[in-house]
């Protein structure tokens, strides 16, 4: 290494906020800082005339090595801002001291989320006075592997108890729908959550929309009524770059309840046992899910249907005085 490279790697980065030209580099810094986890792309980043997002990128020698993001964390934590970091992680406390001089107002916490084995970021959290507040799971299944006939003895012994999974089908009666919502609202009350895994509660219509415009939804009925549902959210081909269902092969797995006076019957694995069969059939090749790991129940249906957890993430949370 000459001398000219030693002073490079010596000097002090310069913190700067970004700008358009930035995306591609930051794309590249933020997909590496999830391991590949999630492809981003340029497009995703944008300068913003929004007061309560503020992005800062870190460089040295001409060269983009860190970048630090601060917005609304959202509905799950609407009084705190979520802190995101990428790249270089000895220049991490830099860029955080720039933005804690830039708070925006009303705001009471900060909130940072990485997985346990992401090093730098875990690092940096605790170093900077984090507190390790709430932990999730993350989870995939193999589809191309999975077989629905290991559940068929439990679906034959619902089915005499008077138990019967079908596709919710979009031209459902209103009263058929107001009872699925209804279901639904019950499930958002009794499910565990954190900030990172609330999500915001969407009214009657809005949640029909999205059930039927992105999702394959399967519910167990009983005696005409539907007593437990589960969600699968489909890849929007339409997407950028994406053609086919091979390049979207991946199906989300998202709420699944079932009433209380139903509970303990294995309903809920007999109903998503249905929709990994179907979306197997359908050509798809992977399933995903999460939660917090305080949904002790859920992990255990995962786990008999084949779903393999990955690290845990973390959320970290900093309260501002």
């Known amino acids: 290494m000459n001398s000219h490279s030693e002073t490079a790697l010596h000097t002090p980065p310069t913190v700067r906020p970004f700008q358009n030209a930035d995306a591609e580099a930051v794309a590249r810094l933020v997909t590496a800082g999830v391991r590949g986890h999630w492809q981003y792309r340029p497009e995703q980043f944008r300068e913003s005339g929004d007061p309560h997002k503020i992005r800062l990128v870190a460089e040295r020698g001409g060269d983009l090595i860190a970048t630090a993001n601060l917005s609304p964390s959202g509905d799950g934590a609407p009084d705190a801002l979520r802190l995101d970091l990428a790249g270089d992680g000895a220049a991490f406390s ?97 499910v565990p959550r954190n900030p990172v895994t609330t999500s915001a509660s969407l009214g009657r219509e809005a949640l029909r929309e999205v059930m ?29 770059g994406q053609h086919s269902l091979q390049e979207a092969a991946e199906v989300a ?39 917090t790991v305080l949904n002790l129940p859920m992990l255990r249906v995962n786990t008999r249907l084949g779903y393999v957890t990955e690290q845990m993430w973390v959320t970290w949370e900093y309260r501002l005085h």
């Open 94 to 190: 830099l860029l955080y001291l720039h933005l804690l001089a830039e708070l925006p107002p009303g705001f009471t916490r900060l909130l940072g989320v990485t997985r346990e084995d992401f090093s730098e970021k875990m690092a940096f959290y605790t170093a900077a006075g984090f507190r390790n507040a709430w932990q999730s799971w993350g989870a995939h299944l193999d589809l191309t592997t999975f077989d629905f006939e290991r559940w068929r003895p439990l679906e034959e012994k619902l089915y005499v108890q008077g138990f019967e999974v079908a596709r919710w089908k979009n031209d459902a009666t209103d009263a058929e729908w107001d009872a699925l919502y209804e279901l639904h609202r019950q499930g958002e009350k009794d």
């Open 212 to 240: 039927t415009r992105e999702e394959a939804v399967f519910v167990v009925w009983h005696k005409q009524q539907p007593v437990a549902l589960t969600r699968l959210t489909l890849p929007q081909l339409n997407s950028p």
């Open 253 to 291: 797995n998202d709420l699944t309840t079932t009433h209380p006076a139903w509970r303990s019957r294995g309903l809920a694995t007999l109903l998503k046992a249905h929709a990994l069969g179907w979306a197997r059939a359908q050509g798809y090749a992977e399933a995903s899910t999460g939660g």
